[in-house]
């Protein structure tokens, strides 16, 4: 990726893509997790994002790292569920990934977010298969790192969102191992993950926003 980097605003901008597309999506987030989990998922996310945006809008928050803080800090006090401290875990770790620098190049940025769904992983403990936001995330930052120098910015977060999109929907037919899901053993296959599903939105919105 080349070009002018990713500074503050621009992180704003993608934070601020995200939240439109949960609540765009709200209705789609708890059916699925009706279908596997407690239909709370499109409620969580929807509360935590309405939250981030308003602390985006107090505009304390300077500098990516602070952004990012910021908006982990948020999401884990505002989300219930299991996906309040996943998504807040994920923006922390990026957030110390970052530091105070003021503005990341692609690199910077793929291994932020790296950081970020390393940190899910600790806090979380999944793998790969067992039908969580991870199997979206990590398809997501393997492409964006291998399209990393051949490909533009807008290039690489577009096969980075196409990869979170098609490790979404490879979620469906796999049997939960990890959180509320697992507790429905086989009855858990052929559903999409919710996790995945709100993940994938999160990758998308870097590649509208960051290109
Ligand atoms: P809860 O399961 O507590 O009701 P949510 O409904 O908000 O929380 O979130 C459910 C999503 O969280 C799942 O679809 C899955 O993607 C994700 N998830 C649950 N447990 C884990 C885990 N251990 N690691 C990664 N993701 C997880
Ligand atoms: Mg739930």
């Known amino acids: ?72 800090m948020t999401l884990v006090s505002t989300v219930g569920g299991a996906s309040g401290p996943l998504y807040g875990t994920f923006f922390l770790r990026m957030a110390t990934a970052v530091g105070d620098t003021d503005t990341l190049d692609g690199a910077a940025f793929a291994a932020a977010l790296r950081a970020g769904v390393e940190g899910v992983v600790a806090r979380g403990k999944a793998e790969a298969g067992d039908k969580t936001m991870y199997d979206a995330l990590a398809p997501a930052v393997d492409a964006l790192d291998a399209a990393l120098g051949g490909e533009d910015a807008a290039g690489a977060l577009s096969a980075a969102a196409a990869a979170a999109a098609a490790g979404r929907d490879a979620t469906t037919p796999m049997q939960a191992r990890k959180g509320r899901a697992s507790y429905l053993g086989e009855r858990s296959v052929g559903h999409q993950d919710p996790g995945a599903t709100s993940a994938a939105l999160l990758v998308q919105a870097a590649a509208d926003t960051l290109g």
Do not use: C, Y
Not at 4 to 29: N, P, Y
Not at 39 to 54: E, F, I
């Open 1 to 72: 990726m080349a070009g002018a980097g990713i500074d503050a605003a621009a992180l704003d901008r993608w934070i601020r893509a995200f939240a439109a597309a949960i609540t765009e999506h709200e209705a789609e987030l708890t059916r699925l997790d009706s279908a596997i989990g407690d239909a709370d998922h499109g409620a969580n996310m929807t509360r935590g994002l309405k939250a981030v945006v308003a602390k985006l809008d107090d505009g304390a928050a300077t500098g990516p790292g602070a952004l990012l803080k910021q908006t982990g």
